[in-house]
């Protein structure tokens, strides 16, 4: 099977040599490098460059080096018929719930707080409140949503979980719908968004959702950046009605040199590395797609012989 | 019974409020408001000033707002034979394993480096690897101590505990005395130090100690100040030795103004609020031994008259 590598994100040479070891067979050509289009069975691939996997006539399967596919969209998508992967790689939930953690745990102790006051060389003890005080709301209860309702709540936190559609999950609190996220909204001291990216969630943490949430929230968003109005976001912290915020996704990643949230102490900026799928834990199941794919691919050949 | 409070770190009005709540005959006196010294019979304090403690004579108990007698040593002692109570509020252990969790997070997601890269304008992805692939080291192994373990080791931390001599607790690993503490530190990518200070344990986290340590581990110490040889600290972070600090506590506190920490971006300083008793959790046990106190006072009475 010959793969195409198209990531300016990703490490190609991990990638390679995990898929290597499982697929004897493998042919792997890192993008740009020279390729005969003709003879790619497969890209592996995270937003690659429009009109790249429409050019590839005998594609037989995209695999996404993220969960999401919003990347695939548009002039970006490969021809019709071919059938696009999301990355499951078995390690994300764990990484993303340590993420949400990591996040979470930093606005519960303010952290952020305390930064501002020592760069101020201000010595200022801030009251502090047991998890079990803390009420966080989750947006997104897929794998990752999930994986980071277990670990908030393994920790004491009041957790609460939202998804569009009713979800009944034994042991968690749920909340759905319009109606659902505005109760949501307003029981949520710390809110986490980990949808996926549609027509239905783009710009769904604006300004009207901020007015609903306890005056002082903190917002920590690893959905995508097409969930947050962003100039929302500014004008929410400039008013206090939010606190603090935590983002690991933007409209346009890397963020644009003279974007205003490089300077805000109350935002810490994350560049994308909540949770991707590293190559050690996600190598198996992607071996598995692609041989699939080279073996049915070998199937349709011998047919037409 | 009259209880003199001394402290310019906790909340009068609070403990004023609970305690009241649960001894109806409370008489609740907030040093430096005047006070007739002879009829004080309890000492609700932290680090009272020189002399003040020695100079009640009726004093029955001194009940220490912090769970370490240090700030009680010396000339800040009580009369001889009184009896020194240190704090065990219930909800202690919950709020410094928090403080435990949210300051070893951040050192693992590489928050604070993040933080650095954000303010310099750079868009800059750091690897990430999992809780299960990080080794963190906790001196002392006291009711916080254990805490710390179990929270750390329920989020999937890879935790030993150390103490001076051995102890045998089911479900840690643990290493004891000098030699303990010497392999603790070669296997520790994040060490914590939950000790008392006594004069074993006093400088114990110093330039040898951290030589010890695999290159570019982080620091976390909310024992006390004098566990920590601050300059040492200074070095071992200049040489790349330490990546990073979290401080709760300080040879001096407040920090003076010109002290090197306040400019450091690679030590958070929190201001001494990893776990401080809150009277709503701890009111019950210090109404408690300020009850027996004065039982006993009452009894003394009794058997003079």
Redesign the interface.
């Known amino acids: 099977v010959h793969v195409l590598f198209i990531s300016e ?1 990703d490490d190609p040479a991990a990638w390679g040599r995990e898929l290597a070891a499982r697929l004897p067979d493998l042919r792997f050509t890192v993008w740009p490098d020279a390729v005969d289009v003709s003879s790619v069975d497969a890209a592996l691939c995270f937003s690659p460059p429009p009109g790249l996997l429409a050019a590839l006539p005998n594609l037989r399967v995209v695999q996404s080096l993220a969960a999401g596919l919003d990347h695939l969209a548009g002039d970006r998508a490969p021809p019709p018929g071919v059938p696009v992967l999301p990355m499951a790689d078995p ?1 994300a939930p ?2 993303m719930a ?2 949400m ?3 979470v ?2 606005h ?2 303010g ?1 952020d707080a ?2 501002s ?2 760069a101020a ?1 201000r ?4 009251p ?1 409140r ?3 005080e803390r009420r966080v709301g989750v947006l997104g209860l897929g794998r990752l949503g999930l994986a980071a309702c277990t ?1 908030l709540q ?3 936190f009041q957790v609460t979980g939202w998804s569009r559609s009713v979800r009944d999950l034994p042991g968690l609190r749920t909340l759905h719908g319009p109606d659902g996220l505005d109760r949501l909204a307003g029981q949520s001291d710390i809110l986490v968004c980990l949808l996926p990216l549609t027509p239905e969630t783009a710009g769904i943490l604006n300004a009207r959702l901020f007015r609903l949430l306890p005056r002082g929230a903190f917002l920590v968003n690893a959905g995508r950046g097409g969930h947050l109005v962003e100039p929302d976001l500014l004008r929410a912290l400039d008013s206090g009605e939010l606190a603090g915020a935590t983002l690991d996704v933007f409209t346009q ?3 644009a ?1 003279g974007h205003p949230f ?1 300077r805000r102490a109350d935002i ?6 909540a ?2 799928p ?1 190559a050690e834990t996600a190598a198996d199941v992607v071996a598995d797609a692609l041989r699939t794919a080279a073996g049915r691919a070998a199937c349709q050949q011998a047919s037409l012989a």
């Open positions: 994100e390690g764990t990484l340590e993420y953690l990591a996040a745990m930093r519960h102790r952290l305390l930064a006051a020592q060389g010595w200022q003890p801030l502090v047991a998890a079990c670990m393994s920790v004491g990643e890397p963020i040199p490089w810490l900026i994350t560049p994308h590395v949770a991707f590293r």
